[in-house]
Structures are given as C-alpha cells and as structure tokens.
C-alpha cells in the first residue's frame, strides 16, 4: 500500500490524473465539490489512473479540503512508478 498526496480540482471539463500542484498529484474531476462528490470521483479516477479496483482507494485524510491523503493498495513498486509517471504528466 501507498499513501498519495491528492490535490482535487472540482469542475474540470475532463477526468484525469497527472501533474504536480505544491507535491501533490493533481486530479481533475467533473464534479463539483457538493457533498463529497468530488471527493467521490477523485478517488474512481485514481482507480482509474492507477489501474486498481475502486474498492482498493481509501480516503486517509481530506473530507473536506482540495488536498487529500490517499492509501491505494496493490503492488508497492508498480504503484510508485506509476506515481512517479503521472506526477511528470501534466
């Protein structure tokens, strides 16, 4: 398991993970952030991005905040490359 600093920006025109905002992943969502649904779909579209099963993301810290703390379970070394790749992606 890994824990990923997340930085959300609510009402993006697109889903995507990639890039880095003061050392945080950048997640772009649809949503808006109105009673965790941004939240919600950062957290698929780090599935996503990550290639994990949704039941594998957990929210560590963040409710209510853009920046969030993030645990993905899976194989520690793919996850870190794959970090490393979409935080050089912008």
């Known amino acids: 398991m890994i824990r990923v600093a997340v930085h959300v920006h609510p009402g993006s025109s697109q889903k995507k993970a990639g890039g ?3 050392g945080a992943l950048v997640v772009h969502v649809t949503s808006r952030a109105i009673e965790g649904a941004a939240t919600n779909e950062a957290l698929s ?6 290639d994990v099963r949704p039941s594998a993301v957990h929210l560590v810290r963040g409710v209510r905040s853009r920046t969030k ?3 993905i379970k899976g ?5 870190r490359q794959r970090l490393e790749d979409l935080l050089l992606d912008s």
Not at 45 to 50: D, E, G, T, Y
């Open 20 to 22: 880095e905002y003061d």
């Open 45 to 50: 579209v780090l599935a996503a991005a990550f």
């Open 69 to 71: 703390l993030v645990a």
């Open 75 to 79: 194989d520690d070394d793919r996850l």
